[in-house]
């Protein structure tokens, strides 16, 4: 039955989180699952524009490092909910209480190995890092373990991408730790005295530069 099939490729693998990124080997042998089959509330996207080869490139690089952390930590930690939905400069950000991953589409796009082989390992480090050792600092000792030694990716803080497709209508806040990219929306609210945002790295609330 398809409903078991989803269920079953789900189990295969093992508040919000901003984080600006800068984020290889399984080992384990399982059946491969492909997109088409995965259940909606594992792939969120609002773009159809994605090639389903790019989508399927960062699920397998999801699975696959979510497989070779839960062998090394001796964890059977979910596979979490991956969204193309990251707006602004950030590459990804990790959203803890929802338990997920969004991805820039549009940097996805141009970037396509960087995102596959950094930017999801990072993001999901961070996931990992929450779930293992609770709250601790977004990129210190124990991000940069669970980057190095157990995902065996280079732990950067940061990406260096071309940003010229994605800065357009964006403006520059800072909190006490990184650097946010907001809408012209948030930024307005901002301006009009409507909302505060806060970084939830940090809990500091976000200044224009």
């Not at 979510?66 to 950000?93: F, I, M, S």
């Not at 929802?98 to 961070?126: C, G, K, Q």
């Amino acid at each position: 039955m398809a409903q078991a099939y989803r269920a079953y490729c789900t189990q295969l693998n093992a508040e919000r989180f901003v984080g600006r990124h800068p984020a290889k080997l399984s080992g384990v042998k399982r059946p491969s699952c492909s997109l088409h089959h995965l259940p909606l509330s594992s792939v969120v996207m609002k773009t159809s524009r994605l090639p389903i080869a790019v989508q399927q490139a960062v699920m397998r690089s999801l699975r696959e490092k979510l497989a070779q952390a839960n062998l090394k930590l001796e964890r059977h930690y979910p596979e979490p909910r991956l969204v193309y939905q990251q707006r602004g400069t950030a590459a990804g950000t990790a959203w803890l209480q929802t338990y997920e991953i969004r991805l820039n589409p549009v940097l996805l796009m141009e970037n396509v190995d960087a995102f596959v082989n950094e930017v999801v390992p990072h993001e999901l480090a961070h996931l990992l890092v929450w779930k293992h050792f609770g709250r601790v600092a977004p990129h210190g000792k124990e991000w940069k373990w669970m980057m190095e030694s157990v995902l065996g990716v280079p732990a950067r803080r940061t990406h260096q991408f071309e940003l010229q497709s994605v800065r357009r209508n964006t403006f520059t806040y800072r909190c006490k730790c990184q650097q946010h990219q907001l809408t012209v929306r948030r930024h307005n609210r901002i301006v009009r005295g409507e909302a505060t945002y806060r970084c939830v790295h940090c809990g500091e609330p976000l200044i224009a530069e």
